[in-house]
């Protein structure tokens, strides 16, 4: 088996997962520039090729948000793949480390909250869905 092959399969499907969860790709630098810095709240899903993220993160991320209060833009930059975009969108994340896969909350383009990695890896995706949904309750309005 070619690893890059399978390795395409595999960024391909995460790609997939976050687009049919309703969260918008933002490949290049100046995607998370516009919209991470749009009016309203913004949740941005760090995506990785490992398995916490695949077992656990992308599951929380297409979860999470059916429910009452949710972010008004549901946003993904794929760590590894897209570096450039990952880098800018670390760039508005300064108090937090880089990790992956990790989510933030955005409010105005000020982070409100992370879900770092440590947070996800060796949880069960509900607990992540559930850490997501208190912070939707803090800092999102009702749909």
């Given at each position: 088996m070619d690893f890059n092959l399978y390795m395409n399969d595999v960024v391909t499907q995460a790609r997939e997962d976050m687009e049919r969860a309703g969260y918008t790709?933002?490949?290049?630098?100046?995607?998370?520039e516009e919209k991470l810095t749009q009016e309203g709240?913004?949740?941005?899903?760090i995506n990785s090729v490992c398995g916490c993220a695949g077992?656990?993160?992308?599951?929380?991320a297409?979860?999470?948000v059916h429910y009452d209060k949710r972010?008004?833009?549901l946003v993904t930059v794929f760590a590894g793949q897209d570096k450039e975009a990952t880098a800018k969108a670390r760039s508005f994340f300064t108090d937090y480390p880089p990790s992956s896969?990790?989510?933030a909350l955005l409010k105005d383009g000020k982070?409100?909250?992370?879900?770092?990695?440590?947070?996800?890896?060796?949880h069960d995706p509900m607990s992540v869905v559930n850490k997501l949904q208190q912070y939707f309750d803090e800092y999102c309005e009702e749909v």
């Open positions: 790709q933002l490949t290049n630098p100046e995607e998370v709240t913004t949740l941005v899903m077992g656990i993160a992308r599951p929380a297409a979860h999470a972010p008004d833009h896969p990790s989510f982070v409100c909250t992370m879900v770092e990695r440590h947070e996800i890896e060796g």
